[in-house]
């Protein structure tokens, strides 16, 4: 069975440090990954994609097959970066239904 | 397009009472998923639709939650009677049909004392 794992609760930086939000997956096919963004007490945002190789807002993540993994990176954290983000993964079925991870919280220190 | 609308955005009602949610997905989207988020579970799939057509509903909790998709631009998720532990936020979200990105409504906060 696919699944998406976030190890993280809460993870906690000082602004201007580097930022890796950790996301494992597993899935016996080719995966669809996503990031999904919720600011506080706000709608969840598409952040980004793994098949669109952009970078948003700073952040860029990288699919890694051979680990099973798609983290989210940021190399300076600002405070208004503090928010809970979701790791995705496409269902395997012929529908549109995703997996999300159990967020992290990123908490950005001034 | 004005995006995934949610309503009411707020419900606060007593035990025992029924209580509707509502959604309008993006026009011409062709899937839409209704989630539960709290604190203690995070975010939870009840059901989703495609063409209109619920395809799984394993998430819902009890039979007292129902949800229906009678068009293309609007579902309704319903408890009866509804109980203080469904206080949560509830996120409609819908999918185009090329793609599994998803876009979220506001959601509806709902408290039940």
């Known amino acids: 069975a696919q699944r998406v794992t976030q190890p993280e609760k809460l993870l906690s930086v000082f602004k201007g440090a580097p930022v890796e939000l950790k996301c494992n997956y597993s899935?016996?096919?080719?995966?669809?990954l996503f990031w999904y963004v919720q600011y506080s007490r706000q709608r969840l945002q598409l952040l980004l994609r793994?098949?669109s190789r952009e970078s948003i807002k700073g952040f860029t993540a990288d699919l890694n097959k051979g680990e099973t993994s798609f983290h989210l990176k940021k190399p300076f954290a600002q405070e208004e970066d503090s928010a809970m983000y979701y790791c995705?993964?496409?269902?395997?079925?012929?529908?549109?239904?995703?997996?999300f991870g159990t967020g992290t919280k990123l908490q950005v220190i001034p | 397009d004005a995006g995934v609308i949610q309503s009411p955005r707020h419900e606060v009602t007593e035990m025992g009472q029924e209580v509707t949610l509502r959604c309008k997905p993006i026009?011409?989207?062709?899937?839409l998923f209704w989630y539960r988020q709290t604190m203690m579970r995070g975010l939870e799939l009840l059901i989703y639709?495609?063409?209109?057509?619920?395809?799984?509903d394993s998430g819902m909790p009890e039979d007292r939650f129902s949800a229906k998709m009678p068009n293309a631009s609007f579902s309704t998720l319903k408890i009866q009677p509804s109980e203080p532990r469904d206080s949560a936020v509830y996120f409609c979200?819908?999918?185009?049909?090329?793609?599994?990105?998803?876009?979220f409504g506001p959601g509806t906060r709902l408290t039940v004392t």
């Open positions: 979200a819908s999918s185009p049909p090329q793609g599994r990105e998803q876009y």
């Open positions: 899935y016996s096919g080719s995966p669809e």
């Open positions: 793994h098949i």
């Open positions: 995705a993964l496409g269902d395997s079925g012929g529908y549109q239904k995703v997996t």
């Open positions: 026009s011409g989207h062709n899937s």
């Open positions: 639709f495609n063409n209109n057509v619920p395809i799984d």
